[in-house]
């Protein structure tokens, strides 16, 4: 017998967060390299110290980090990390490359990681990520 | 008994490949880090280094690195395992009972971050580190490199949790509001200051002088053990380095800036 009624006033409906962003183009790196190289998305607890900018007001924030790994080598390349308020989603901080960079909302974050994917540094991990991969997938040699 | 010789050293984008071939000689290296290695030839120095003694091999990185390493071992012994922008994570599968998980960075230069934007990153790295070494299934590890940040800085249970205490660090965690936080010890906590554990007070000489807090001397290059490495630390062998024997890198009671601007640190682990 239920006691009180449900208050959850919720609508099963997805909508589009900057991890939903992060997880497609994760994905799409799986499927572009067919599993050679595989994008991977880790939630991490941030703990925001004294002193951080007044962007965040909770002690804790969840942290995103996208990796690349490629499992024939055993070995992860954090690509960037993005912090992000789970109230409100925008603004966001990404750290990226050695720099930290904000977005205010959706498009300007799309923008960016647009960017990131498509700038030279990313490209060449990729491409060299990729190669010694492909030699020890051949070669058919052991993780460790 | 073995023993495993680092040396860590920023050398500012120069190439100083025969002072870093004679400290590797006169300090017996086994692991050499270099920071801001720049356009510098790594298979050229490799060779330098094996000139002087046999066996050095460069471990050419996956992807980019803050920290070129050369090995006086195996390379096969050296598995990449993890890097990002700040830092690259290696295991050493030299010791059969005792493998070490080494971190080399380079955290981001004051002169182009906030101490916010610092505090901001020190605690992303220190959790990676964390989650890294989860993965890895032990806590063998030390961290050495060039932090841009003083140890007074990385004490906080959030980033490093490095503490100047052995026996604190022993306890291995401390629980702050029901999360575990594991200790780092800093053995350079011993070096502030100029009460003869060095000739310097630290590995990088700025002076602010037209700035209220000038520090002149930054414990910038540092590194950290878990407790789980602290018997195997021989804590005499770390040392600032201010000489490769025949040339001295002070002048004038400042780092001389014709080798690098900051000073290389070494030290041994026992097995």
Request: glycine share 4%; charged share 25%; hydrophobic share 35%.
């Amino acid at each position: 017998m239920e006691t009180s009624k449900n208050y959850w006033d919720f609508v099963d409906e997805i909508i589009v967060t900057p991890v939903t962003i992060l997880k497609e183009q994760a994905d799409f790196l799986t499927k572009t390299t067919k599993g050679i190289l595989v994008g991977e998305i880790v939630f991490e607890k941030k703990i925001i110290e004294e002193g951080y900018p007044k962007l965040y007001t909770n002690k804790f924030q969840p942290n995103v980090v996208f990796n690349i790994s490629s499992p024939i080598l055993g070995y992860t390349y954090q690509l960037m990390s993005v912090l992000y308020d789970v109230k409100e989603n925008y603004p966001i901080q990404i750290n990226f490359d050695n720099g930290i960079y904000e977005a205010k909302d959706e498009e300007s974050f799309k923008k960016f990681i647009q960017e990131c994917i498509q700038s030279d540094t990313t490209k060449k991990i990729i491409q060299n990520l990729y190669s010694q991969s492909k030699v020890f997938e051949n070669n058919n040699q052991p993780k460790d | 008994m073995s023993k495993l010789t680092f040396l860590f050293w920023n050398i500012q984008r120069k190439n100083l490949d025969t002072h870093i071939a004679q400290l590797c000689k006169l300090y017996d290296v086994d692991v050499l880090l270099l920071a801001e290695f720049g356009n510098n030839n790594a298979y050229g120095l490799e060779s330098i280094l094996k000139s002087v003694q046999d066996d050095y091999q460069y471990i050419k990185p996956f992807a980019t690195t803050k920290v070129e390493l050369f090995v006086r071992f195996e390379a096969s012994k050296v598995k990449q395992v993890y890097d990002n922008p700040d830092m690259s994570i290696r295991k050493l599968c030299i010791i059969p009972t005792k493998e070490i998980t080494m971190i080399g960075l380079h955290l981001p230069s004051k002169l182009y971050m906030t101490d916010n934007d610092q505090i901001i990153h020190q605690t992303n790295v220190a959790n990676l580190i964390n989650t890294e070494e989860q993965k890895i299934g032990h806590r063998n590890s030390l961290v050495i490199g060039d932090f841009n940040m003083h140890p007074f800085q990385m004490l906080s249970a959030g980033s490093f949790h490095a503490t100047m205490d052995k026996n604190i660090a022993l306890n291995k965690k401390r629980i702050v509001k029901k999360e575990e936080y594991y200790y780092f010890y800093n053995p350079m906590w011993n070096f502030l200051g100029d009460n003869n554990k060095s000739k310097v007070a630290g590995t990088y000489y700025k002076n602010m002088s037209g700035e209220y807090t000038n520090y002149h001397w930054n414990m910038f290059d540092q590194v950290l053990l878990r407790p789980d490495l602290l018997a195997n630390f021989d804590e005499n062998s770390l040392e600032i380095i201010t000489s490769n024997g025949t040339i001295s890198y002070i002048k004038n009671g400042k780092i001389d800036t014709n080798y690098s601007d900051h000073l290389p640190i070494k030290f041994t682990l026992n097995f």
